[in-house]
């Protein structure tokens, strides 16, 4: 039996599938919203943390890396390893591929840190490494802000360093697990995103990953237009007009019905 309502000249009736799914998708939508609402808040945040991280730069502190909030913004001194190197894959930049390079800077208490020296474009066969050497001289200076190795998109996927390869290895996604398990050495747990303006580089245009929050709230919004639509066809589909009611003429007397 379907739901009815009347309202004077108008009767609303819908059937009890149309309602369940319409009411599933107006709670669906809805919730869309507030995790697209949420998203934006936590992108706000990661975009003030990458801006704080462009200030001042503080001396790496002794123990792990992990302490330290991502993009905090360090200075190090160290020996970059250029024997022993990565090349991102899968990495763009305006549309066209290459790589990113991933140093080893050996710090002077030992520890190993991976600097993230930029992105480089890809070579015109594969089977040409590009040169990416770098001063293995003592006293090599990097700085910049700490952050997480990048990690895979829907269709990219994890590819650690080959064994057998040769130095510099190709790696997609790599975990830091990963590069210290082809290096042989344990390495600090993030990655440096060495300053645009420090030597030994490439093309560095860090960005904070993901959408901006005008885009989450964007697509938050646009969530609950389509609940609302949803409500609206809802209401209007199932809505007919009754007919008018044909009014009673009263009978009157009829012709020559009189006595004579």
């Known amino acids: 039996m379907p739901l009815t309502l009347q309202f004077g000249r108008f009767r609303w009736s819908a059937s009890w599938s149309m309602t369940v ?62 024997l022993h190197q990565f090349l991102l894959d899968n990495m763009s930049h305006a549309g066209q591929p290459g790589y990113e390079v991933l140093t080893p800077l050996r710090l002077a208490d030992g520890r190993i840190l991976i600097v993230n020296r930029g992105w480089i474009p890809l070579t015109q066969s594969r089977r040409q490494l590009p040169d990416v050497s770098v001063s293995q001289t003592a006293g ?7 952050d997480n190795l990048p990690r895979p998109g829907i269709a990219l996927g994890h590819a650690p360093p080959a064994k057998d390869s040769p130095w510099p290895k190709y790696t997609s996604f790599p975990t830091m697990a990963d590069l210290s398990t082809a290096l042989g050495q344990p390495l600090e747990s993030q990655q440096l995103l060495l300053d645009a303006r420090a030597p030994s580089g490439y093309l560095r245009d860090w960005q904070p990953p993901g959408m901006s929050p005008a885009q989450h709230l964007s697509y938050a919004f646009q969530w609950w237009a389509f609940a609302t639509l949803a409500l609206v066809l809802y209401g209007a589909l199932n809505r007919r007009r009754l007919p008018a009611a044909t009014p009673l003429v009263a009978a009157g007397p009829r012709a020559g019905g009189g006595r004579a």
């Open 21 to 82: 799914l319409t009411l599933f998708g107006v709670v669906l939508f809805i919730l869309l919203g507030r995790w697209q609402w949420h998203r934006a808040g936590e992108a706000e945040t990661l975009q003030q943390a990458f801006l704080e991280g462009g200030g001042a730069r503080l001396e790496l502190p002794r123990g792990s890396t992990a302490a330290l909030p991502r993009y905090s913004g360090v200075q190090v001194r160290g020996r970059y390893d250029s």
């Open 140 to 146: 090599s200076e990097a700085s910049g802000r700490l």
